[in-house]
């Protein structure tokens, strides 16, 4: 983490849905600024660690008997930075990938698979707008319109 105070923060989020019920897989230990990557079940919407943004090396697991649920859930919650959905399915991904509402949806993949020539950016309370080389210059350009009558 970027500074022992945000490890905390972070501890003390994992900490909270422990008390909550939540069951920890593996992980729970910090040291320093370094939080051991954290696996969590039993987390319910009102977690912190699911309801907010931890951005932290934790993860919550929520299981769901159909896949239109789990979309529902996860378009119901007010982020949308990066949605990453994993199935030997093409088909399936194919069909639910533009169902999620996210900035980016990763098919088989982390979020962290990025070049820089990709937009990047988010959704709802993620954001608004795109990163990248492309809308860098956009952002730094001035338009204007000429016109000519002859």
Not at 54 to 63: H, K, L
Not at 78 to 92: E, N, R, S, Y
Not at 126 to 134: A, D, M, Q, T, W
Request: with cysteine; hydrophobic share 45%; charged share 20%.
């Amino acid at each position: 983490m970027i500074t022992r105070q945000h490890a905390e923060r972070a501890m003390s989020w994992v900490a909270e849905a422990v008390a909550k019920g939540a069951e920890v897989l593996t992980g729970n230990k910090c040291e320093g600024s370094v939080i051991e990557p954290t696996v969590l079940r039993g987390v319910s919407a009102d977690m912190k660690v699911v309801c907010q943004e931890i951005f932290a090396p934790v993860v919550s697991i929520i299981e769901f008997d159909q896949l239109d649920e789990a979309v529902a859930y996860a378009n119901a919650q007010p982020f949308g930075l990066a949605a990453g959905l994993f199935t030997a399915d093409l088909k399936t991904a194919l069909r639910t990938a533009p169902k999620l509402n996210f900035g980016g949806v990763h098919i088989n993949e982390a979020s962290s698979a990025r070049v820089d020539i990709m937009p990047f950016g988010g959704v709802k309370d993620s954001g608004f707008g795109r990163e990248g080389p492309s809308y860098a210059v956009h952002e730094m350009t001035e338009e204007r319109l000429i016109t000519i009558a002859y």
